[in-house]
């Protein structure tokens, strides 16, 4: 087995008993609960043929048994990862122009992945405002959406 694989097949290892040990208690029933998946790229008509043909049967079975249901968003400019996820957690049209970019307020570069950069972007971008997710939480994405 290529060390490659060892290592991914380790990571999936971790992630799923991370994930198990941070869900903590059953949600309540009967509250309502929101579900948004981001796919960066994917446009509504490759998503259509893919249901189609079925090569997304997990997220097929959600949209036919368990109540879920795609809702078109539009999106704004520019059309970074950043930029959408700040403006769908918080409400905001952001100051966001993309991924990595000169910040001439602060008169240094902003990248996301360096540590530190988001959490800032989010203090001032959200401005004090609740986001989505307060009293919930968030799996991979850039903000923490309150």
Known sequence: MPLDDLALGLQR???????????????????????????????????????????????????????????????????STPAFQMAAMYGVRPDIPGFHYHDRHRKTDVYFPRAGDAARVEQTQAAGRRGIVNGGGAYGCIFTGG
Request: proline share 7%; glycine share 10%; aromatic share 2%.
């Open 13 to 79: 290892v971790l992630d799923r008993g991370i994930r198990r040990l941070r869900l903590g208690a059953a949600p309540v029933p009967g509250r309502r609960r929101l579900l948004i998946v981001q796919i960066d790229g994917l446009s509504q008509s490759v998503l259509d043929e893919a249901l189609a043909r079925g090569r997304v049967p997990f997220l097929a079975r959600l949209l036919r048994h368990r109540g879920y249901e795609i809702m078109p968003m539009s999106v704004g400019l520019p059309t």
